[in-house]
């Protein structure tokens, strides 16, 4: 079965302070892992696909990366805008359901 | 387009009572899905449709729980006899199945469903 695990489950920032989100994972073959951003009472809001291991993608002041493993999602210089709770989540080559992970609660305090 | 709607956003019931919910998909998108979140948890996969065939359905899916896509338009999810444990959110999404970002979903709001 395909899991996903996020860590950690919640990180408190200083305006400025960068730092790391992971996302490890286990599937019987990576069609795609996928990071969403998810605000209080609204739906995920689509941020990046990756594909295989090496792979990387930036928008902003966030960058993921991927390996055969774990994939981080690295956020630079972060603003007060920035808080929300990110998800990772998996689709296996076989079916087209995504499997989320728990989210990491991140908020950026000014 | 305004992107996925779904209606209603509250719905507030007795334990017993049945519930719908409707998705109304970006109007491109042959794939729409049905996801439920609890607090603190991710998205979890309910149901999957390309056009009106309803393709994969999760194991957690009770009887209790129908989907339908009529004519590969818009989507309904039932609940019959509403449990304490159906309190969700239940998100709806679509993607294009096709092309540049075809497995990107694009949620809705979602639908909060209290039962007391």
């Known amino acids: 079965e395909d899991q996903v695990t996020q860590s950690p489950e919640a990180l408190r920032l200083q305006e400025g302070e960068s730092s790391s989100l992971n996302c490890s994972y286990t599937?019987?073959?990576?069609?795609?892992l996928f990071w969403y951003r998810q605000d209080p009472g609204k739906g995920p809001e689509f941020l990046f696909t990756?594909?295989?291991a090496g792979e990387e993608k930036e928008k902003e002041r966030l960058k993921a990366t991927l390996t055969k493993k774990e994939s981080f999602l690295h956020i630079t210089a972060p603003k007060p805008e920035d808080s929300a709770t990110y998800l990772c989540?998996?689709?296996?080559?076989?079916?087209?359901?995504?499997?989320f992970g728990t989210g990491t609660r991140l908020t950026i305090i000014p | 387009d305004t992107g996925v709607s779904q209606d209603p956003r509250h719905k507030i019931t007795k334990r017993g009572q049945n519930v719908t919910f409707r998705c109304d998909p970006i109007?491109?998108?042959?794939?729409l899905y049905w996801y439920r979140q609890t607090l603190g948890q991710g998205p979890e996969f309910l149901t999957y449709?390309?056009?009106?065939?309803?393709?994969?359905k999760s194991r957690l899916l009770s009887d209790r729980f129908s989907a339908e896509r009529p004519k590969g338009s818009f989507s309904t999810l039932e609940i019959q006899r509403t449990e304490q444990g159906d309190s969700a959110m239940y998100l709806c999404?679509?993607?294009?199945?096709?092309?540049?970002?075809?497995?990107?979903?694009?949620f809705g709001a979602g639908s909060r469903l209290t039962v007391l």
């Open positions: 999404a679509s993607s294009s199945g096709s092309g540049a970002g075809a497995n990107v979903l694009t």
């Open positions: 599937v019987s073959g990576l069609r795609g």
């Open positions: 990756l594909y295989s």
């Open positions: 989540a998996v689709q296996a080559l076989q079916n087209e359901k995504l499997t």
């Open positions: 109007s491109e998108h042959n794939r």
């Open positions: 449709f390309q056009n009106e065939a309803q393709l994969e």
